[in-house]
């Protein structure tokens, strides 16, 4: 994920109609970051600086609540998004396993995103595909009825993707 | 336009997962190809329920369910089934050789046991079209409360119908609507609770993908039986295929009228406003979703005052489950004499349960009340893969408990959960075998109280840590005598002192296996023994020396070298190097390793 600085400006822009859209509908925090989340992938401290000031609440309001739900993110994820499935079907069937073999090959835990920036591994709560347990999400794209061995071949897939891109 | 068949594709989570768009789009292509695309309809739905033979495809008129399809299976439907006629039986699910394609399914136990109120239009209606669950009896009940009913008959029909909560407490609906319509405010709320935070539970998640429009319907209903103009619907963020989906059902609702100003010309008017929770699960509690809603974090308030009283922005307010309102409709029309009749004495109606974990027919099944658990496991459920074992259910999620082979006769309903050390919960329930360890499963599921804990009081934010501590060191073997005491003693004070259903409930997971398999739990802390061998600190993984042949696969394969020996005399393992990987053992071609 770009750092933003780039597009800066017109991420900047967008992030104040975002803010205009919300400004006097009551109980608006939390949907103006949902999509100043989608809009820069994170929540880096200056955007919640201008939220709080947008919408008229305290800083530590804003931070106050970023820091409390899982979904938002005070850092950067990687450009592919590693989410490993922990719901109690995904559990009894070897998720734990499957988490481990993959933060053993990226060399990351929860919550961490590899230097380059290319992956980001999170354990996530249960995405409802129960039937399809132990299921992995890579972005948007869903692996389901996995077993250990399947990892090193799925996470390959994403390197060599990226060696071409290059 | 008349259609001489319909393809139904399932297109909830798990079938989206399994490829269901692939097999829509290559649908389309092969009967393009074969100039019928204007003879054939296709209709994305929403779940089947049987997740686990994924992606499903039912065609009409035959009434053919095909199951497993793979894009590759396409261009065969289209060319014997949809062209030809033929059957293709290969893929059919249940009896392949039926006479009658539509009776293949009959004796399916999947689905023949199954009585669907909630999920009654679930893969039968495409979710996304307003006019198909009009012609379901859609929104006629939302009429019949209109144009014929009083608010308090609306809310006697309910309280005579015995809904309760489908949510987790179990709690009377029509009651909890009473209290709010007392309330005399010029402002009122109607809340649906669709955070759905069990995991392993989906079925509001179904719901609102399959039928969002009986959502709608019923929080309307609710709004004209309380008093209230407005409703919120609280979504996880996780579901964005069911968010989606009742976006478009909100905006069709409203271009015919059926939400906003004066709905079928009286002076009733209501609205509806989506909001996404973004993963707490604290927030499922109902105080922690007001003020989630509100903008804040999402921390429970005392109660009282009850949100009937006080709720959103101080406002008397109703919240019900997903499943709850999708009941509503169906007890309006058919009335609540006649879903009187189903369940249990306590307990009438449904109830959908999520099976999953160690079971052949993962998925959705919606039951009477009052059905035992042996019926769910084995009959609808296909029993246990592999011929294990059956150890024990869990049902209630993190704030219920395990119901162990004993009981497994037990009728389900609410007041027999609890009675057992667990609870209903939203619904899921979680098959486990002799492979799973009891404590370890405790322990996955205070881990994740311990996380989602919102730290307002302490003796949720210290007291799940201290158990998780406790739990930890069992299962890494270095559990010490007092230990199971003291989490018992933990576990009291933390279900009396802790201010929400989160904290109050927290333990009874643990106390649940404690009460039910003390004996795996005396294995770990006395013997430093995992009877089930998944604690991996006290795995030992041994070569049974009679059945080794000497082949030196697991010494080849071994990642750390701790395997040696000769060819064609028996192998050894050395346990100072060994790192309980498990390689050796998957390998092993006679079975001659032993984890213990
Ligand atoms: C920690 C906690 C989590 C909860 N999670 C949910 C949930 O995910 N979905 C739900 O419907 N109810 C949940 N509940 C129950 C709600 O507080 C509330 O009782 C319910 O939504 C009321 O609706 P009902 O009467 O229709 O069941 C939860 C309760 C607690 C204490």
Known sequence: MSCGCCKADNKSEELDKIIAKYKDSRGALIPVLHEAQELYGYLPMSVQKKVAKGLNVSLADVYGVVTFYTQFSLNPKGKYKINVCLGTACYVKGAGQIYDKIAEILKIKSGECTPDGIFSLDACRCVGACGLAPVIMINEDVYGRLAVDDIPGIIQKYFDMEAEAV | MVYRSHVLICNGTGCTASKAPELMARLEKELAAKGIEKEVKIVKTGCFGLCEKGPILVIYPEGATYCHVTPDDIEEIVNEHLVKGRIVKRLLLGDKDAEDVAKSLDNVEFFSRQYRIALRNCGVINPEVIDEYIAKDGYAALAKALTEMTPQQVIDEIKKSGLRGRGGGGFSTGMKWQFAAKEVNDQKYVCCNADEGDPGAFMDRSILEGDPHTLIEAMAIAGYAIGSNQGYIYVRAEYPIAV????IAIEQAREYGLLGKNIFDTDFSFDLEIRLGAGAFVCGEETALMTSIEGHRGEPRTRPP?????????????????ETYANIPVILLKGADWFNTIGTEKSKGTKVFAIGGKINNTGLVEIPMGTTLREVIYDIGGGIPKGKKFKAAQTGGPSGGCIPASHIDTPIDYDNLIALGSMMGSGGLIVMDEDNCMVDIAKFFL??????????????????????????????????????????????????GALCGLGQTAPNPVLSTIKYFRDEYEAHVKEHR????VCKAMLKYTIISDKCKGCSLCSKKCPVSAISGEIKKPYLIDQSKCIKCGVCMDVCKFAAIEKK
């Open chain 2, 447 to 496: 881990e994740f109280t311990v996380d989602e804990s919102c730290g307002k009081c302490p003796p949720c934010r210290i007291g799940t840590k201290r158990m998780y501590e406790i739990l930890e060191r069992i299962t890494s073997g270095k559990g010490e005598e007092g230990d199971i005491e003291k989490l018992e003693t933990l576990a009291e004070s933390i279900k009396q």
């Open chain 2, 244 to 247: 989606q989906r009742l976006n």
């Open chain 2, 530 to 533: 995992c009877p089930s061998g």
């Open chain 2, 306 to 322: 009850f949100p009937a009283v006080k709720g959103l922005w101080e406002k008397p307010t109703i919240l019900n489950n997903v």
